[in-house]
């Protein structure tokens, strides 16, 4: 079984800045691809970034250059740094991480977060 614990979602200003983190604990082999996915009222799911085991990443033409997704593979963390923050960035944020469970038989997991809220005002 593998939890994810996110944080850092909050109220800010339009152009600001947020920082949120996402730590997986749990029986973890491996970690293979992490990322943030965002869901605004009414609206479908929808990735942001990922980022591979190798650390390339994806992102999501709505968040080039003003969102940065990273991870620290020692503490099985992955973070996204949010800056120039719009009012449409408003959603709750959900991560996801994919990998290999140490169980006996090491099965595949993929686990989402409990989703954290960002609200970006004009």
């Known amino acids: 079984q593998v939890r994810l614990v996110e944080s850092g979602g909050g109220l800010v200003q339009a152009g600001g800045s947020l920082r949120l983190s996402c730590a997986a604990s749990g029986s973890i082999f491996s970690i293979n691809a992490m990322g943030w996915y965002r869901q605004a009222p009414g609206k479908q799911r929808e990735l942001v970034a990922a980022?591979?085991?190798?650390?390339?990443?994806n992102y999501a033409d709505s968040v080039k250059g003003r969102f940065t997704i990273s991870r620290d593979n020692a503490k099985n963390t992955v973070y996204l740094q949010m800056n120039s923050l719009k009012p449409e960035d408003t959603a709750v944020y959900y991560c996801?991480?994919?990998?290999?469970?140490?169980?006996?038989?090491?099965?595949?997991?993929?686990?989402w977060g409990q989703g954290t809220q960002v609200t970006v005002s004009s």
């Open positions: 996801n991480v994919e990998g290999i469970s140490s169980s006996y038989y090491h099965t595949p997991f993929g686990s």
């Open positions: 980022i591979t085991s190798g650390d390339s990443t």
